[in-house]
């Protein structure tokens, strides 16, 4: 598949996202990490924000729920027009379900992965998802360090996706920059969402560009 970046949002200025999302209109997405307070240590947006985004780009949105109680929030992600909502298999009690609510509803369904969480574990739960989310950092803040001790878990995810033949997308996140993304695109990451390697950049554009072609080579 060929290679799509998200630039995350929570790197963007929040009081001007929309100019924000348009800054990136060569990307394939747009990452919009919602946080609760709980399950991670951070807050961010909910879905009123999400249903303002919507109407001020043309590009997809990517929902990244890092919050408690997915199974009763994330299907309504999915019902306002998100074309992607990815659950923590930590938070979610009925995965299952909410993927398959996520799917119903007419959007992607996708699995993140804290770095300390086996990918084996959540083996079966593969042909209820559209996308696999490995955390490349542990999940609640942009502008963290690259954690190379979970491209090995990046590998094992693209094998596990390859033996069973299925088309699930392969997403990292978390310090994905100019310096790690080859290393991310070679363990078998399709999918990269980059927060402040593309918002710190003077041309968020242009660095999209680049992690595009980097990705590719
Ligand atoms: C972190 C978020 C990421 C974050 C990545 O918990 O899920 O999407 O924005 O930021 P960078 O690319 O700066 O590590
Ligand atoms: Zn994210």
């Known amino acids: 598949m060929a290679v799509q970046i998200a630039p995350s949002i929570l790197s963007a200025d929040f009081a001007r996202l929309a100019d924000e999302v348009t800054a990136v209109s060569n990307a394939d997405w747009i990452h919009v990490d919602v946080m609760d307070n709980h399950f991670v240590p951070n807050l961010t947006l909910g879905l009123p924000v999400v249903e303002s985004l919507l109407k001020v780009t043309p590009l997809p949105l990517d929902c990244h729920l890092m919050i408690e109680d997915p199974d009763r929030w994330a299907p309504g992600y ?6 992607s909502v990815t659950i923590h298999a930590e938070a979610a009690s009925a995965p299952i379900r909410t993927l398959r609510a996520i799917r119903a509803a007419g959007a992607r369904s996708g699995l993140a992965l804290n770095p300390g969480t086996a990918v084996e574990q959540y083996a079966d739960l593969l042909p209820e998802i559209d996308m696999m989310l490995v955390m490349t950092v ?26 069973r033949e299925l088309d699930v997308w392969l997403q990292v996140d978390g310090g994905v920059n100019a310096e790690t993304i080859e290393r991310c695109a070679e363990a078998g990451a399709d999918v990269f969402v980059a927060g402040s390697a593309v918002y710190s950049a003077d041309d968020p554009a ?10 590719s080579a």
């Open 78 to 83: 999915a019902e306002a027009g998100a074309s």
């Open 206 to 215: 242009e660095a999209v560009r680049s992690l595009r072609e980097q990705a």
């Open 138 to 163: 542990e999940p609640g803040f942009g502008g963290q360090s690259f954690l190379d001790v979970v491209l090995p878990k990046v590998r094992r995810a693209r094998e596990l996706i390859k033996g």
